[in-house]
T-cell receptor, first 116, second 115 residues
Framework: DVKVTQSSRYLVKRTGEKVFLECVQD?????MFWYRQDPGLGLRLIYFSYDVKMKEKGDIPEGYSVSREKKERFSLILESASTNQTSMYLCASSLETAFSGANVLTFGAGSRLTVL | AQTVTQSQPEMSVQEAETVTLSCTYDTSESDYYLFWYKQPPSRQMILVIRQEAYKQQNATENRFSVNFQKAAKSFSLKISDSQLGDAAMYFCAYRSRDYGQNFVFGPGTRLSVLP
């Protein structure tokens, strides 16, 4: 089974701190995604990456940055955490190939971040 | 840009009964994928079912089936013989067939299953 592992399940940080959320997948997927999940808003895309060192802004990139130095790892960085970034963060990955049929997202367990 | 709408924030169903969750989407594309994902309380999001837009036949996975109406841009999920383990948030999602495209999610429907 494809595994997407997020390094921290729960984090509590102070306003202004730098926060790193790590995500690793073990199935050689090209695409990786960071979503933010808030009640009533569904999942909103922060950033995604379709190749190493490649990144694309999603719907809500402000206040976030990402890094993808290796294919299996996609990091989300909050340079200076703020209280409005308190949320659940979901990492996901998918295969990208013309022959794969419907590409499917595989999710990590999520990282619940609280910024005080 | 594509959008996905789920008009039912919450639904409930009696155990063993059938429930239908609604999803509509907006797109100008003719070829795409649609998905239903399930997120149980405090657990990982998992795929329930998927549909390719060029296939007219509705997808089915055991007790889960969809009613895909391409012209109406509607993609509802039917859960038959509901079980307590079906209680979860359900998200409808859209993805373009183009390379490197994002998945667009609806706001979700919280399903409760009553014993």
């Amino acid at each position: 089974d494809v595994k997407v592992t997020q390094s921290s399940r729960y984090l509590v940080k102070r306003t202004g701190e730098k926060v790193f959320l790590e995500c690793v997948q073990d199935m050689d997927h090209e695409n990786m995604f960071w979503y933010r999940q808030d009640p009533g808003l569904g999942l909103r895309l922060i950033y995604f990456s379709y190749d190493v060192k490649m990144k694309e802004k999603g719907d809500i990139p402000e206040g976030y940055s990402v890094s993808r130095e290796k294919k299996e790892r996609f990091s989300l960085i909050l340079e200076s955490a703020s209280t409005n970034q308190t949320s659940m963060y979901l990492c996901a990955s998918s295969l990208e190939t013309a022959f794969s049929g419907a590409n499917v997202l595989t999710f990590g367990a999520g990282s619940r971040l609280t910024v005080l | 840009a594509q959008t996905v709408t789920q008009s039912q924030p919450e639904m409930s169903v009696q155990e063993a009964e059938t429930v239908t969750l609604s999803c509509t989407y907006d797109t100008s594309e003719s070829d795409y994928y649609l998905f239903w994902y399930k997120q149980p309380p405090s657990r990982q999001m998992i795929l329930v079912i998927r549909q390719e837009a060029y296939k007219q036949q509705n997808a089915t996975e055991n007790r889960f089936s969809v009613n895909f109406q391409k012209a109406a841009k509607s993609f509802s999920l039917k859960i038959s013989d509901s079980q307590l383990g079906d209680a979860a948030m359900y998200f409808c999602a859209y993805r373009s067939r183009d390379y490197g495209q994002n998945f667009v999610f609806g706001p979700g429907t919280r399903l409760s299953v009553l014993p």
